[in-house]
């Protein structure tokens, strides 16, 4: 049995995004970075909603390749680019040339929880959730989160998205501090 993942950055005081939709608010740093292509390769599919995949598709596709990003960076655009990715949303259409079109498979809402939870029951690696504030807020309530990995960024935003939309009970399996961060993770089980 897989694993479903959502791993995310908040802020101290619990935001998805700062106001008007930041998410450049929270502080993505290299630590960030370190542990979001840690979790990728552990994963075979990414699970995203519509606005996360449309942002991802228009920076991820190239950094590989873009010397003025680091070699952190670079890994994560090489495994993005090469991951299964299934999308939830009911208004996406895929460009038949755009990136990614060969790795992505685009599923209706209503039909969302019954095929993640065949993709949990099958065998492989995790399935990784980022961003997708929407989708993993339903997920969670519909009890197909495993885990919840939350690096909790150091800054007070005092306003924007918060993180959960449900009240939840979670429990602490781990925490984890990163040399030279400021940020650190703690991951939840549901």
């Known amino acids: ?40 390769r552990a994963a075979d599919t990414l699970l995203l909603g519509r606005r996360t995949f449309e942002m991802f598709q228009g920076f991820w ?36 040339t755009g990136a990614w079109t060969d790795t992505t498979e685009v599923i209706a809402r209503a039909k969302a929880h019954a095929r993640i939870a065949d993709l949990k029951r099958g065998d492989g690696g995790d399935i990784l959730v980022f961003g997708s504030h929407t989708l993993w807020n339903d997920l969670l309530s519909a009890g197909l989160v495993d885990e919840l990995h939350l690096i909790i960024g150091a800054a007070a935003l005092g306003d924007g998205t918060p993180a959960f939309t449900t009240a939840n009970s979670l429990r602490l399996i781990g925490t984890r501090v990163f040399e030279g961060s400021d940020n650190h993770l703690a991951q939840y089980a549901k």
């Not at 873009?66 to 999308?87: C, W, Y």
């Open 1 to 40: 049995m897989r694993k479903l993942i959502v791993t995310n950055i908040v802020s101290l005081d619990g935001y998805f995004e700062g106001p008007g939709g930041n998410v450049m608010a929270l502080p993505m740093d290299g630590a960030f970075d370190t542990y979001n292509a840690e979790r990728l």
């Open 61 to 96: 596709p190239t950094v590989a390749e873009n010397p003025a990003f680091g070699p952190v960076q670079q890994e994560i655009s090489r495994l993005d680019n090469a991951i299964d990715k299934l999308v939830v949303s009911d208004s996406l259409t895929l460009d038949p």
